[in-house]
């Protein structure tokens, strides 16, 4: 059974920092891609940060230059740093990673989410 762990949200003022970390755990054969998404309800959920298995980065454009992603890839997880929050950040954000289980197949998988909240 593979899982995704996220940690580290919680209630921060304006221009505060957060680190959310997701460890991914199971039967992992492999992870390629791992990514943040956050959702706010009556919008879509949106992508916010995303790492690819070379360590290549992609970022929405609302947070580029505020957050930054990044994984350990002995210890299976995904960070990401989120400085300079803002009240328009505040969403349940969510781990993804496509895994390939030790048996089965390439899927993509989800946390349970963690909420950050930012006060203004």
């Known amino acids: 059974q593979v899982q995704l762990v996220e940690s580290g949200g919680g209630l921060v003022q304006a221009g505060g920092s957060l680190r959310l970390s997701c460890t991914a755990s199971?039967?992992?054969?492999?992870?390629?891609?791992m990514g943040w998404y956050r959702h706010t309800p009556g919008k879509q959920r949106e992508l916010v940060a995303q790492?690819?298995?070379?360590?290549?980065?992609n970022y929405a454009d609302s947070v580029k230059g505020r957050f930054t992603i990044s994984r350990d890839y002995v210890k299976k997880t995904v960070a990401l740093q989120m400085n300079s929050l803002k009240p328009e950040d505040t969403a349940v954000y969510y781990c993804?990673?496509?895994?390939?289980?030790?048996?089965?197949?390439?899927?993509?998988?989800w946390g349970q989410g963690t909420q950050v909240t930012v006060s203004s």
């Open positions: 790492i690819t298995n070379g360590g290549s980065t």
């Open positions: 199971g039967s992992i054969l492999s992870i390629d891609a």
């Open positions: 993804t990673a496509r895994i390939l289980p030790i048996s089965g197949m390439t899927g993509n998988y």
